[in-house]
């Protein structure tokens, strides 16, 4: 059923997962360098024409706002109760921020948190200072909590839809990545497996467009740092299911994608971390193309 597909059928009533695709390899748009204050960016949000971004392990417990010309930081927001022992992620679903105290490395985490508040509570171009409520949880299939660098039970990624909460696991031993949801609601809370699919590849960093239903996924190849990116569409939250494809990024090579989100209906930021070939830096890509809007097969759907 997806156009997009190699053996696309016109015909076609319902997905049976066959579909195949040709390898693409994409180049999104350079724009800037970083500034130090962000090197460990990790997660991106987009709100008030300003793009929002977090260090990573061990760094304050602060969003900056980049003014999107300069990329400089414009704005501090401190979150006042809350600590970065790992912040991996930060969404926006319109009306709250949730921010991603879920990273894993080691396996042995029972601490997870998201913390939440509501985005009215940024003042207009100051910094601030902000109470949060938080989201404890765990993961309902994990049970080995001992420490270890090989396992599949480290989170980098999630989004927010209308009514859930969903989390992208990052696969160090198997490359796979497994679809978790939560609800909204803060206290503590079990995560349960919903979907997954073969990423060939660490998930880093996601965002959900409510406006066009297209997820876009942003990881790298572990050990050969190598960039991709997924572009979901047609996402049906009841049924769990979306078309879409991978889109690789070797020109990158040795770049440690991070952070990304949507600016607009297919355009998005994505972020990359300092890592020992490239400084932080900042790059845009246009998606559009990537998503299926032949007539025939919305008809279908």
Same mark, same amino acid.
């Given at each position: ?6 053996? =696309? ?5 319902? !997905? ?10 994409? &180049? ?26 977090? $260090? #990573? ?9 980049? #003014? ?35 990273? $894993?490395? %080691?396996?042995?985490?029972? !601490? ?11 003042? !207009? @171009? ?39 909460? =969903? ?7 198997? @490359? ?18 919903? &979907? ?25 190849? &572990? ?24 889109? !690789? %990024?070797? &020109?990158? %090579? ?39 809007? #032949? ?7």
């Amino acid at each position: 059923m997806d156009c997009l597909a190699k053996n =696309y059928n016109t015909r076609a009533v319902s !997905d049976d997962g066959s579909c195949a695709y040709s390898t693409v390899i994409f &180049n999104p748009e350079f724009l800037s360098l970083l500034p130090k204050e962000v090197d460990e960016t990790s997660g991106l949000f987009f709100y008030g024409g300003k793009l929002w971004t977090h $260090n #990573d392990s061990g760094g304050e417990p602060i969003l900056y706002a980049l #003014d999107t010309s300069t990329f400089d930081a414009a704005q501090r927001v401190t979150l006042s109760n809350a600590n970065n022992v790992d912040w991996e992620d930060v969404c926006f679903d319109g009306l709250t921020v949730f921010v991603g105290d879920f990273g $894993n490395n %080691m396996g042995a985490r029972d !601490d997870l948190k998201i913390y939440t508040f509501s985005v009215q509570g940024i003042p !207009d @171009g100051r910094d601030a200072l902000l109470t949060v409520d938080t989201i404890s949880f765990e993961f309902a299939d994990q049970t080995d909590f001992s420490i270890r660098t090989v396992h599949d039970f480290d989170c980098e990624a999630m989004f927010a839809t209308e009514r859930y909460l =969903y989390l992208f696991s990052k696969g160090w031993e198997t @490359g796979t990545t497994r679809l978790y949801r939560l609800s909204k609601q803060a206290g503590h809370q079990v995560a349960e497996v919903v &979907n997954w699919f073969d990423s060939k590849g660490l998930v880093t960093g996601a965002d959900y467009n409510p406006e066009t239903g297209v997820i876009a996924i942003v990881g790298y190849v &572990n050990k050969i740092w190598e960039p991709f990116l997924f572009v979901l569409y047609d996402f049906d939250e009841e049924a769990l299911t979306a078309h879409g494809r991978r889109l !690789d %990024m070797p &020109n990158l %090579m040795g770049t440690q994608t991070e952070g990304i989100c949507f600016i607009d209906a297919y355009r998005c930021y994505i972020s990359a971390e300092t890592s020992p070939a490239f400084s932080t830096r900042i790059f845009r890509a246009d998606l559009k193309k990537w998503t299926c809007k #032949d007539e025939k097969a919305e008809e279908k759907r």
